[in-house]
């Protein structure tokens, strides 16, 4: 089945994809198969239906098929010679050793682990100065974000000079933080991504997949032009029968009828050769998996818990003060101060006024999710004011 994703929820990997006859499937990350792509809103993708329910989903990729049978055979002739067609990959004799996930040396995944762990650690350790020393210090960033930037952007509307000064460099502080934070969970959310990304990349598993899959490229190349090929012969041999033993054609049409065959015979041999090099590839692909996923994936985990935390305390401190700073300059403008005095927003502002005033102008027998998440939130602010 071929659909589109329409719908996908990075949070928990849930989603829904429209199929071209316009069927809807709900779907979670646990059903994507593809190691080199994302799922994301928009992307075509192919799924492996069962009962009518999705088992396996991966990227669409156009599968071309040249319908002119002359320039057809002309490419498989090209590929059984060996011919300006990827002659490294099909010249070269398989060396299982070469591939083999015994290649890797020792301590492999530490390395690439601190590599890829990197630039999180620089983030922190640039921002490390915003972490306030005091748990009262710091708001729940992931809790509160949502309404605190809906507050400022309103805020905004009432007095456009709130975006200067330091305010202004927190904000954007806060939003390149995020953004290095939401970079990372997406390779903590797919973790068989992760272990292509961060890890088989640099080892001989990509090597050994690309032989695979350029393998399998050519067999379905040469297994497409067969029919054609033995509809050639059967029409050459008509047309041989059909003329006298002496007509000059006839030997001309024995050649090429000869010719045809041994190209079919060749063609047959290449594909039997190609099998047998697929037998032996796929479980050194295997064997990658077999050796080092369980392994990567247990420390993966261990330093993006690690490593994400710290980054999450800083958030954390970072909302505490953006909403400090950004009521502190909301108490000393007037134009806000008059409008919250008409609202009977009363002072000293903060998020927790004026949330308890935005819950007030709602009505309660007919609550979105995201508004009971707001009455969430109020009893979380009241806990920490």
Do not use: C
């Not at 809103?41 to 040249?66: C, F, P, Q, T, W």
């Amino acid at each position: 089945m071929v659909g589109t994703i329409i719908f996908y929820n990075l949070d928990n990997g849930s989603g829904l994809i429209l199929s071209e006859e316009t069927d809807k499937y709900k779907f979670d990350i646990t059903m994507w198969n593809d190691l080199d792509n994302l799922p994301s809103i928009g992307l075509k993708i192919e799924a492996m239906l069962e009962d009518e329910n999705i088992k396996s989903i991966v990227k669409y990729v156009k599968k071309e098929r040249n319908s002119n049978i002359d320039s057809g055979i002309e490419e498989v002739k090209e590929i059984i010679e060996n011919s300006n067609y990827d002659s490294e990959i099909l010249n070269a004799k398989l060396d299982p050793d070469l591939y083999s996930a015994k290649t890797v040396p020792k301590n492999f995944i530490d390395t690439t682990m601190k590599n890829f762990f990197s630039p999180l650690r620089e983030t922190v350790d640039k921002y490390k100065n915003y972490e306030l020393s005091s748990k009262k210090e710091s708001l729940d960033y992931f809790k509160i974000k949502r309404f605190l930037f809906t507050a400022y952007n309103n805020l905004l509307e009432l007095d456009i000079s709130l975006a200067n000064g330091s305010l202004t460099e927190v904000y954007q502080n806060i939003q390149n933080i995020n953004s290095i934070h939401n970079a990372y969970k997406k390779s903590y959310m797919y973790p068989k991504i992760a272990f292509s990304t961060i890890f088989l990349r640099y080892t001989r598993y990509k090597e050994a997949k690309k032989r695979l899959k350029k393998n399998i490229s050519y067999m379905q190349n040469i297994e497409s032009t067969l029919p054609a090929m033995e509809f050639e012969i059967k029409q050459k041999a008509s047309e041989l029968d059909s003329l006298k033993k002496d007509n000059d054609n006839s030997i001309a049409i024995r050649e090429n009828i000869k010719h045809l065959k041994s190209l079919y015979v060749d063609a047959i041999d290449k594909i039997g050769n190609l099998r047998e090099e697929n037998e032996i590839l796929l479980p050194i692909t295997d064997e990658y998996f077999e050796l080092f996923f369980e392994k990567f994936s247990e420390q993966f985990i261990s330093s993006y818990e690690k490593n994400i935390q710290n980054l999450i305390s800083i958030l954390n401190s970072m909302a505490f003060l953006f909403d400090r700073l950004m009521w502190d300059k909301a108490s000393h403008s007037k134009v806000i101060k008059k409008h919250f005095e008409e609202s009977n927003i009363p002072y000293p502002y903060s998020s927790l006024t004026f949330l308890r005033y935005y819950l007030k102008t709602l009505n309660k027998s007919k609550l979105s999710e995201e508004n009971e998440k707001l009455f969430e939130l109020l009893k979380y602010l009241e806990s920490k004011n």
